[in-house]
Each structure stands twice: as C-alpha cells, then as structure tokens.
C-alpha cells in the first residue's frame, strides 16, 4: 500500500489538449551516446528504455538533432531525415509498450556542435560568437534563409514523431543549444529579425513552436503533446537573466503549449540577477505562468521526500534524470509502500542490472555528479 505521505506524487494529471497523464514523474530527457553510427537507435539503447518506461508517467528521449550540422554527441540518434522514422518509431512503440507516454526531444546544437560530427566542420549558431573552452570552435553566423530553414527542420522532426508514433515532442530550447543561442544576448549578435533587442532574440524560439504546432494541426490525428523546455539563466554578461526568462515564459505561456519544462541541476536554486526575489527559480517561474501551462521541474531529486517537497513549491510535474540511471524502479516502488527501498547512490557494481549502456555508464564513472550543459 502507499505511504500517505506520497500520494500527491501518483495522483493522475491531465495536460491541456486532454492527454492523461498516470501520475507526476516523467524521465528527464538524457543524451546516452549510444545509438548505432548510422544515426539509428540500437538495441542497448532500447533495452536502456524499455527498463525506465514501466512507472513513470511520460519517457522524454534524449535530445535527437533536426539538422545534419545540429548532430551535438556522438551516439545521437538522428531525426533530420524520413529514412529515419523507422528507427524513431522503434524507440516510441518500447516506451509505450511498457505503459509511458513517449515524447521525443528535437534539438540543434548550434555552436556547441563538436566540428568532427557536422558536415564538412561547419559549426553554426546565431553569430560567430565562440562558447568557452579552447576546444571549441568559432561557429559561422547563419543565414537569415538558413535560420527560417532549421525552422521548418524543427516542423519536419515533429511530423517524423507523428508518423513515428510518438505522444509528443519536446521542443529543447535550454542547455547553451542553438534555440538558447537565439535567445542569449550573448550568443547572439545579429542585427536581422531574429536579434537585437529581448522581443527580437525571442522571434526564434517562438517561430519554433509555432512551425511545430502548425505542423501538429496539419499530421496529428490524436491529442499531440508539444513541450518546450528553458533554462532560466546564463552566467555570462550579457546573458539571459531570470528577467528575461520571464518575459520569454509569459510569452511562451499564451502559446497553448502543453508544458513547460525548467532545466536545473537543482529544484530549489535562486536567482543569479534579474529579479528581486529570493524565492526559488521555480517558484518564481510557477508564479509567472500560473495555471495557463503545467510546469515540469527537475533537479536532484532523488528520495521520495525530495519529490513530494518539489511538488509543494506548486508544479504540476516533477522530472527525475540521474535517479532514474541509479533505481529504475523508482517510481514502483512509491506506489508498492516500498519508498524506503529507493536506492539514491549508484552502483557501480550494476551496471547489467541498471542496463545503463556503455557509453553512458563510462561517462557516469568519469564524472558521477555530471549534468552535462546546466
Ligand atoms: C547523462 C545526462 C544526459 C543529459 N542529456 C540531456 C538531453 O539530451 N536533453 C536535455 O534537455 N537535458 C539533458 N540532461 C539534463 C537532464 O534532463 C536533467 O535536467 C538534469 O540531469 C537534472 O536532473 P537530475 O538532477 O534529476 O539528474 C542530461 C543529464 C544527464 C545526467
């Protein structure tokens, strides 16, 4: 039997378009490298699913790039082309086998794009701003023709995740990728209509979802569930500050998107800049959209207490990304009584256990607090 004191976290919940969700915890969306060379999903990869998409109400996949040059890791799979929605559907028919709700996430790495991995080294992004880091390398301003081109690529993704089967996309525009480039005042430097003033940097991101929901109305013969994930704050100056988040979140809230999705590597951080308030980033998000989209926040949740306190600061929905890689079972054993049994440190033993594939498991070892982009 539950333990009453957990029992907000598997109350059902209901998105805006009438898609019912089982209970409050999704898979936070985590890049696995390991997906075959040719750009499709492989068998280590569908198992590593498979044994995460029995409790929890919605998988949200690792990031899949909607370009060729937007390939940001290696072993990603690939979305940019429809030789490729047998291996998207694969992946969507093992989530939903085992009872989640399968979104696939569409992205492009823009600058932080490795020059090995996109054709012919052409890194892009807003401007020709280069990201930290002597490796990195200095990316190509795009286009004015090629930005509204990546634009219909995020359109073409979403209808390959129609086709494919999936409940949703999630649209990635947090993490430093190419959609937070547009929107950074510090990536981006163009004097075109995707930049300049905050209203100018938001014309990407905002043509994003509407391409993507436009394309939802023409393919989806069912409820569709578009998301749309942010971080909040960049440690740069400029930089996006949580001022300019809630700007883009008020706008992104009359969008009739079905969620909201925060990227954090912690539930309860504060501000850096930008707003006199020394509530918490989510707080403060919660507040700003109220009840016009559902919130999903993340970070660091690990026990059962963790959750149930994240789902007192007022969100709807809570993601679990590394807790999920350490007990898959998380979820079950909330609803069994068994909340004590949830194991919170990894492992390292279990590696066959957790079918956490290779690739992933070493970038675990390497660094075990890792977020990777937060
Ligand atoms: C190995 C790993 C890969 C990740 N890949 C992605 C990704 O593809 N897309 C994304 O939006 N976030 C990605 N993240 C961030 C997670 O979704 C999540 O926001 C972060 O891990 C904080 O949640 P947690 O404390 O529950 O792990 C990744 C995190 C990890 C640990």
Redesign the pocket.
């Known amino acids: 039997m539950i333990n009453e004191k957990y029992k907000t976290i598997m109350d059902s919940f209901e998105l805006p378009n009438g898609v019912k969700l089982k209970n409050r915890v999704v898979m ?5 490298y390991s997906s075959n060379a040719d750009g499709t999903v492989s068998d280590t990869e569908v198992a590593y699913y498979i044994r995460r998409s029995k409790g929890v109400s919605m998988v ?1 996949t ?2 899949t790039y909607v370009t060729a040059n937007g390939q940001g ?1 290696p072993g990603e799979f690939a979305g940019h082309k429809d030789e490729m929605i047998p291996s998207l559907q694969r992946l969507a028919t093992s989530i939903k086998s085992e009872g989640a709700k399968a979104i696939l ?1 569409i ?1 492009h790495g823009g600058r932080q794009v490795p020059a090995n991995l996109v054709p012919n080294g052409d890194v892009v992004s807003a401007s020709n701003v280069p990201s930290e880091g002597a490796d990195k390398p200095v990316p190509r301003a795009l286009t004015t023709e090629e930005v509204e081109s990546i634009i219909l690529d995020f359109g073409q993704a979403t209808r390959r995740a129609i086709e494919a089967g999936y409940d949703g996309v ?1 649209i ?1 525009g ?2 430093t990728y190419l959609i937070q480039q547009f929107f950074s005042p510090h990536s981006n430097r163009r004097n075109d209509r995707f930049g300049g003033s905050l209203e100018k940097r938001m014309t990407f991101p905002l043509a994003v979802v509407d391409e993507v929901q436009r394309i939802v109305k023409e393919h989806a013969k069912e409820p569709f569930i578009v998301g749309y ?1 942010f971080s909040p704050e960049e440690p740069e100056t400029p930089g996006i500050t949580m001022a300019d988040t809630l700007v883009l979140i008020d706008a992104l809230a009359n969008k009739n998107l079905d969620y909201l ?1 925060v ?5 309860w951080s504060t501000p850096r800049r930008g707003v006199d308030d020394n509530r918490s980033r989510m707080e403060i998000i919660q507040e700003k959209v109220g009840d016009r989209v559902p919130v999903i926040g ?5 026990s059962s207490e963790d959750a149930r306190k994240a789902l007192t600061s007022g969100v709807p929905l809570i ?7 350490i007990d898959p079972d998380w979820v079950q054993k909330i609803e069994q009584g068994k909340d004590d049994e949830i194991v919170t440190q990894l492992d390292t033993s279990m590696q066959e256990q957790l079918v956490i594939p290779d690739p ?1 498991w070493q ?2 070892l390497r660094n075990p607090g ?5």
Do not use: K
């Open positions: 936070a969306p985590m890049t696995n949200i690792a990031c890791f996430q992205f999630e990635h947090a993490n994930r999705h990227s954090l590597g912690d539930f993340v970070g660091s949740i690990y993601a679990l990304g590394r807790e999920l890689l992933l970038a675990i890792w977020v990777p982009g937060v």
